[in-house]
C-alpha cells in the first residue's frame, strides 16, 4: 500500500503536520518497494479558498490509499478523500513519521471521520 | 429609507439597537427589519412574532453530468477557485468554493457542466403589528455570506413594499459581507462603546462607510465605562452623535434573557426616541 | 511545542481579554491575533513592530483601455455586475469584481488583466510583556478567507520555533466562517469563551458544530456567568453533553472594561482578584495538554 503523512519536512524523521489542507509537506511512502517521495505543498500558502480540496488532488496524483494526519481533514477535503476511498488516520501530530508509520502497524491511531 | 446599522466589532450592542429601534418605530409607522448578520443571526431571539413565509434560498452551481463529459479537464483550468477537481476519470465540484460565475458551465466543450440550485441557506419573514422583520441564516459549511445577503435584501424589496424605514442589522467587522449589507443603504449608524477597542474598531467602521461614500452618524453604548477619545474623535471628525446609552447591568439583563430594553428602561427609552427623531429630520424624508 | 486557540462565536464576550491576561500569565509564549478584520489584541500589548510584510491575496480585473474594442462581451458574461461601460470603453468596478477570470477568458482582445491585490499586511512585533505578538491588518472590503489568518499562524509557528518557546497562544476570529476554520488548524486544544445570553448560547452552538469536526480536545470560560444563572446552567449541560471542559465562570465586572481602557490586562490593574485566577486558569489549561 502507498501511505501520504502531512509533514513538515521530507525524511523519516520530519515532524507530522497537524494540519491537513495546508500541510507544509506530503510525504509517500511506497510499503511494496520500501520508497518515499514527497512533494512540496508550501505554494499552498498563496491559495485563498480550497486549501483542502487542492491538498487533496495531491494525494489522488500520488496514489495513496492510506492517509496519516493529526488533527484530521476538514470538511470540503474529506469529501474529496471519502470519493477517493481513502483510509485516514488521525492523532499522529507532533510524532515523527517514523513514530507515527509505527503507531500506524500498531493500531494506535484512530480512524478519522471520512464525511464531513 | 434604508438605515444600516453597523460597527467595526462585535458586541457592541448593534444587533440590540436595530432590534429596539425597529421595534419602537414600528409603534407608528411601518417597517421592516432585515437581520443580515447570516452567520450568526440573533435579533430574531428579541421578536415574538407570527412566521409569514419560509423560504430555502439557493444559488447556482455547476453539477458533473457524467455522461456528456470527455474529460478533457478544461473546466479545472478555468477555475479560479479550487472548485472542480479531476481525480481520474471523475470530475468532482465543490460548492462550498464556487462563486457562480458560470465560466466552467457556459465555456465547458461537452456542456458537461449545467448549473443547478444549490442551498445556500434558510430565509424567514416574520410579521408583528406594522413590523415586517426578516432573518436569513447561513446553511453551515456554506462560506460566503455575500449571496445570502444580496438575495435577502433583493426579497425585502419586492415582499416588504412602502415601509417608512428597512432597517439592515449588519454583520460584524469591514470585509466583503458588511459592504454588500451597507452597500445600498441611504444611511449608516455606527454603534460604538467609549473604550479603546470601541475607538480603534470605530475608526475601521468609519473608513469602511467613506469608502462606500455613505452619510453617518454614532451611537454610543455604556457610556460612563472606558474615556472621552470616542467622543473626542466623532468631533473632530465631525461625525454626529446621535445616542449616548447608559452602561447599566439591568440592561445586559434583559438583553441575556431575550427581552426588549426599551419597554423596561426609561434612560434606554428616551434615547431610542431622540434616534428616531434625528431619523425624521433626515433630508428625504417627506 | 503547543498551541491553543481562543474562539468564542459572537463578538464582545471578552475573548481577548482573556487573550491579553493569558499573554501576561503563560510563560515562554508567542502571541498571535488571528482577529485580522478587527484586530484588537495590540491595543493592550501595545506592539512595537519589527517586520512587515505586505499581503496579496485574490486577483481583481483591469481593462486597458488602449487595448479594448468595445465589444461588450465582457459585460454581457459577467455575473456580478462588476463591468459597465461609458463611451464605448468599458471598466471594472473593483468592489464587485470577484476576480474570477471569465471576462479575461472571453476577451477578443486580451485587453484584461488580472493583477493580484495588495490587501493587507502581516507584522512581527515585540510587545511591552515578554513575548512576541504576530498579528495582522485586513484592508477595507477585503475577502476575508482563512489565507491571512494561516499565514499569522505560519509565521507565529516561525518565531515560537526559531526562539525556543513552548506555546503558541492564539486570539481566533469571530463567527463561523473560513477564518476561524483556519484558526483551528493545527490548534492542540481550543479555548471557548461565552457569555450567558441566548445569543452567546446560540452562537456557541453553531462554533461547536465547527470545531468539533476538528476533535480537537476544548475548554470553556462562561464570561459574566452571574448575569444569568440559568443560561449559564444551559451552557455547563451542553459542556457535558458535548465533552466541553468547563474550566472557569468569570463574575460580570467593570475591571474587563477598566483594563482595556487603560490600556492594560486584568491581573495587571487588579493582581489581587486576576492574577491567581488567571494563573490557576492556565494550570487547568496545561492539564488538559497532557
Not at chain 1, 55 to 61: E, G, L, P, S
Not at chain 2, 22 to 34: C, G, K, Q, S, Y
Not at chain 2, 264 to 280: G, M, N
Not at chain 3, 87 to 109: M, N, T
Amino acid at each position: 500500500m502507498k501511505i501520504a503523512f502531512t509533514t513538515n519536512g521530507t525524511d523519516w524523521d520530519a515532524r507530522i503536520d497537524p494540519r491537513f489542507g495546508r500541510t507544509d509537506y506530503l510525504l509517500f511512502y511506497d510499503e511494496e518497494n520500501k520508497t518515499m517521495s514527497s512533494v512540496d505543498n508550501r505554494e499552498i500558502i498563496n491559495v485563498e479558498h480550497g486549501a483542502g480540496p487542492r491538498t487533496a488532488q495531491k494525494i489522488f496524483d500520488n496514489g495513496a490509499q492510506v492517509l496519516i494526519t493529526g488533527n484530521g481533514p476538514g470538511g470540503n477535503a474529506a469529501r474529496i478523500l471519502d470519493q477517493m476511498e481513502l483510509k485516514i488516520y488521525v492523532g499522529a501530530g507532533g510524532m515523527t513519521v517514523r513514530e507515527a508509520y509505527n503507531a500506524y502497524l500498531n493500531n494506535q491511531l484512530k480512524q478519522g471521520v471520512n464525511n464531513a | 429609507m434604508k438605515i444600516a446599522i453597523a460597527s467595526g466589532k462585535g458586541g457592541t450592542g448593534k444587533t440590540t439597537l436595530a432590534v429596539n429601534l425597529a421595534l419602537r418605530a414600528a409603534e407608528t409607522m411601518p417597517v421592516a427589519l432585515l437581520d443580515l448578520d447570516v452567520e450568526e443571526p440573533n435579533g430574531g431571539i428579541f421578536i415574538q412574532a407570527e412566521i409569514v413565509e419560509q423560504r430555502t434560498m439557493h444559488r447556482l452551481v455547476p453539477e458533473w453530468d457524467e455522461t456528456s463529459c470527455t474529460l478533457c479537464g478544461k473546466c479545472v483550468d478555468i477555475c479560479r477557485f479550487n472548485t472542480i477537481l479531476k481525480l481520474g476519470k471523475k470530475i468532482i465540484v465543490m460548492p462550498e468554493l464556487c462563486h457562480s460565475c458560470h465560466a466552467c458551465s457556459e465555456l465547458c466543450p461537452a456542456g458537461a457542466l449545467p448549473m443547478r440550485e444549490k442551498v445556500l441557506g434558510k430565509l424567514r419573514h416574520y410579521r408583528l403589528g406594522k413590523l415586517d422583520f426578516v432573518e436569513s441564516k447561513l446553511e453551515i459549511g456554506v462560506e460566503m455570506a455575500s449571496p445570502l445577503i444580496g438575495q435577502t435584501i433583493g426579497y425585502a424589496k419586492s415582499r416588504c413594499p412602502g415601509k417608512s424605514y428597512v432597517f439592515h442589522d449588519c454583520p460584524p467587522g469591514t470585509s466583503c459581507a458588511v459592504m454588500d449589507a451597507t452597500k445600498d443603504a441611504d444611511f449608516v449608524i455606527l454603534v460604538t462603546e467609549p473604550t479603546p477597542f470601541g475607538l480603534h474598531d470605530l475608526g475601521l467602521a468609519v473608513e469602511t462607510m467613506r469608502h462606500l461614500g455613505k452619510p453617518m452618524a454614532v451611537v454610543i453604548n455604556r457610556m460612563g465605562i472606558g474615556n472621552d477619545d470616542v467622543l473626542r474623535y466623532c468631533e473632530s471628525e465631525r461625525l454626529p452623535v446621535w445616542g449616548k446609552f447608559p452602561n447599566r447591568r439591568e440592561i445586559a439583563e434583559h438583553y441575556s434573557r431575550g427581552e426588549l430594553i426599551y419597554p423596561q428602561v426609561e434612560a434606554f427609552r428616551r434615547e431610542l426616541d431622540s434616534i428616531l427623531q434625528q431619523l425624521e429630520s433626515l433630508p428625504g424624508q417627506p | 511545542m503547543k498551541e491553543i486557540v481562543i474562539i468564542s462565536g459572537k463578538g464582545g464576550t471578552g475573548k481577548t481579554s482573556v487573550a491579553a491576561a493569558l499573554a501576561y500569565t503563560v510563560p515562554r509564549v508567542v502571541m498571535a491575533d488571528c482577529d485580522v478584520d478587527a484586530a484588537d489584541l495590540h491595543l493592550i500589548l501595545k506592539p512595537v513592530v519589527r517586520s512587515s510584510e505586505d499581503f496579496y491575496s485574490g486577483v481583481r480585473a483591469e481593462i486597458d483601455a488602449q487595448s479594448c474594442v468595445g465589444c461588450g462581451k465582457c459585460e454581457e458574461i459577467c455575473r456580478f455586475a462588476a463591468i459597465s461601460h461609458e463611451s464605448g470603453k468599458f471598466s471594472v468596478d473593483k468592489l464587485d469584481c470577484e476576480g474570477c477570470g471569465y471576462c479575461q477568458l472571453i476577451c477578443p482582445a486580451k485587453a484584461v488583466s488580472l493583477p493580484e491585490q495588495k490587501v493587507g499586511q502581516c507584522f512581527i512585533s515585540d510587545t511591552r510583556f515578554a513575548c512576541r505578538l504576530i498579528h495582522a491588518k485586513l484592508g477595507i472590503g477585503a475577502d476575508n478567507s482563512g489565507k491571512l489568518v494561516a499565514k499569522v499562524k505560519k509565521e507565529a509557528r516561525q518565531e515560537a520555533t526559531r526562539t525556543g518557546m513552548d506555546y503558541i497562544l492564539v486570539d481566533g476570529s469571530p463567527g463561523i466562517g473560513c477564518p476561524v476554520i483556519s484558526s483551528l488548524s493545527g490548534a492542540d486544544f481550543v479555548l471557548l469563551v461565552t457569555e450567558p445570553t441566548l445569543s452567546g448560547l446560540n452562537d456557541l452552538n453553531r462554533v461547536w458544530q465547527l470545531t468539533a469536526r476538528f476533535r480537537i480536545p476544548a475548554g470553556c470560560i462562561i464570561n459574566k456567568a452571574d448575569l444569568n444563572p440559568q443560561v449559564t446552567a444551559q451552557i455547563k449541560d451542553f459542556l457535558i453533553q458535548q465533552g466541553i471542559r468547563h474550566l472557569d465562570d468569570l463574575p460580570y465586572d467593570e475591571d474587563f472594561s477598566q483594563a482595556i481602557t487603560l490600556g492594560k490586562c486584568l491581573p495587571e490593574i487588579n493582581p489581587g482578584k486576576w492574577k491567581t485566577r488567571f494563573a490557576n486558569l492556565w494550570q487547568g489549561i496545561t492539564k488538559e495538554l497532557k
